[in-house]
């Protein structure tokens, strides 16, 4: 989202603060039921358990928190040359991926987003050389001269080899939707440490 007045900013704040969360939430777990129609048929036999036990959680009259772990290690772009390395959130009750369509589908419907075409990948980013500069690649020992594979781009091979299965955290209970500020913002007093700014926010149960 990309706000030109403060107003506008004001307006989607509130616009997220309005929003049926524990409705959402019933409809994500009912979404999550049906498997889509790509789904392969051993994925479908795989996630027949947890079918089972979304069904129940359509059942719960207060919606149960949603609890996601984080693993593994993809590339943005060819594994050979990319910039950016992210893990994936697992969420065993299926509801994630389709709560957070629903909300893109809310903010777009309502004029905060444009339409998407793209689908949807939430991600947690592990690694991002986008603005890693020449200096401080030569003065790591990164190499010479302008890197071939594009701006702070490399061959991530081997370390997907070696974190393809990794689990960076585990039992993550989300707490809220938030709206934040493009661009991580450095954290006083810890080094190397940098956060998104909050504006806005929603909790969930």
């Not at 993809?74 to 910039?83: F, V």
């Not at 009750?93 to 957070?100: A, D, I, M, N």
Request: one cysteine or more.
């Amino acid at each position: 989202m990309s706000f030109r007045s403060k107003e506008r900013l004001d307006a989607a704040i509130a616009f997220l603060q309005s929003l049926d969360i524990h409705r959402l939430l019933k409809e994500a777990a009912a979404s999550a039921i049906e498997p889509s129609d790509n789904r392969s048929v051993n994925s479908r036999a795989g996630a027949f358990l947890t079918n089972e036990k979304t069904k129940a959680l359509q059942g719960e009259e207060v919606a149960p928190p949603l609890v996601v772990s984080i693993t593994g290690l993809q590339p943005m772009h060819s594994p050979s040359s990319t910039s950016i390395l992210y893990a994936s959130p697992e969420d065993s009750s299926l509801r994630l991926q389709h709560f957070c369509l629903a909300l893109q589908t809310a903010f777009t419907d309502a004029g905060f987003l444009m339409p998407e075409t793209r689908s949807l990948l939430l991600h947690a980013t592990i690694v991002n050389t986008t603005y890693v500069t020449e200096r401080s690649k030569r003065t790591a020992g990164g190499g010479h001269g302008k890197q071939r594979n594009g701006r702070g781009g490399f061959d991530a091979t081997h370390v997907l080899e070696k974190f393809r299965e990794a689990t960076w955290a585990e039992g993550i209970r989300l707490e809220k939707v938030a709206i934040c500020e493009m661009g991580a913002r450095k954290v006083d007093g810890e080094e190397g440490s940098e956060e998104y700014l909050e504006v806005g926010s929603i909790e969930l149960p």
